[in-house]
C-alpha cells in the first residue's frame, strides 16, 4: 500500500516569513495529492490539492508542488500570519474510487508575531 | 446542508464496553471512511466503504467493524472497548463518480477508555 512520510514534524517560523513542509509517497500509481489543515479541536479542511497532469498549483499566499518522477510534492506559505498556525497533512491517493487517502503524520507550523 | 455529521461528540468508555460511533453525510457522497487521529500523529485509516453495500479494512481495522446502513450512513462499532482506542475518530466521505476529490470530514468524536 501507499506509505507517506512527511518533514519536518514541527516548524516555527517569524511572522512574514515562508513555511515550507515536504511529502514523499512511495506509490507511483498516485495521482492525487491534497493537503488539510487542521485547527486546533478542529476538523482537517482542504486548503489546496494537485493532480498528477500538473507540476505547480498556486492560490494566493499557498501553492503547492509536485515532483512525480521523485515521487515527493511539498507546500509552500508565503508572508505568514499568526493564524495560519495549525497542523499540516499531506496526503496521496490512487486512481480509482474508493482507493483511500494515505496521511502523512502532520506538521505543526507555529507563526511567532 | 449539514455535511457530515458524527455523533456523539465525546464519550468515555470502561474497558469491556461496547459502543457505536454513528456518521451521515447529506451531500450524496458515494464513499466514506472512518479514521482515528492519536495525539502528535496523523490520520490512520480503520475502514472503508466504496460505495454502498461494500466495507473495506485500512491500515488499522483490528477490533473495529463498521456497517455502511445505506448510501447517507456509516457506522463504526467498537465491540470491546479498550485503553488503546482512546482517540479522536473523524469519519469523512468523496462525491459519487469522482475518484480524486476533496475528502470532507466530520467533527470528529473525542473517545476516552478507561
Known amino acids: 500500500g501507499e506509505n507517506v512520510e512527511q518533514h519536518p514534524s514541527t516548524l516555527s517560523v517569524q511572522e512574514g516569513d515562508s513555511a515550507v513542509i515536504k511529502c514523499t509517497y512511495s506509490d507511483s500509481a498516485s495521482n492525487y495529492f491534497p493537503w488539510y489543515k487542521q485547527e486546533l479541536g478542529k476538523r482537517p479542511q482542504l486548503i489546496i490539492d494537485?493532480?498528477?497532469?500538473?507540476g505547480e498549483k498556486k492560490d494566493q499566499r499557498i501553492a503547492v508542488t509536485l515532483n512525480k518522477t521523485a515521487k515527493h510534492f511539498s507546500l509552500h506559505i508565503t508572508e505568514t500570519q499568526p493564524e495560519d498556525s495549525a497542523v499540516y497533512f499531506c496526503?496521496?491517493?490512487?486512481?480509482?474510487?474508493?482507493?483511500?487517502?494515505?496521511f502523512g503524520g502532520g506538521t505543526r507550523l507555529m507563526v511567532k508575531p | 446542508n449539514a455535511g457530515v455529521t458524527q455523533t456523539p461528540k465525546f464519550q468515555v468508555l470502561k474497558t469491556g464496553q461496547s459502543m457505536t460511533l454513528q456518521c451521515a453525510q447529506d451531500m450524496n457522497h458515494n464513499s466514506m471512511y472512518w479514521y482515528r487521529q492519536d495525539p502528535g500523529m496523523g490520520l490512520r485509516l480503520i475502514y472503508y466503504?466504496?460505495?454502498?453495500?461494500?466495507?473495506d479494512k485500512g491500515e488499522v481495522p483490528n477490533g473495529y467493524n463498521v456497517s455502511r446502513l445505506n448510501k447517507r450512513e456509516f457506522s463504526l462499532r467498537l465491540e470491546s472497548a479498550a485503553p488503546s482506542q482512546t482517540s479522536v475518530y473523524f469519519c469523512a466521505s468523496t462525491p459519487a463518480g469522482q475518484a480524486n476529490t476533496e475528502a470532507f470530514f466530520g467533527q470528529g468524536t473525542r473517545l476516552t477508555v478507561v
Open positions: 496526503a496521496a491517493k490512487g486512481f480509482f474510487a474508493g482507493n483511500m487517502l494515505t
Open positions: 466503504s466504496a460505495s454502498e453495500g461494500t466495507t
Open positions: 494537485i493532480r498528477s497532469n500538473v
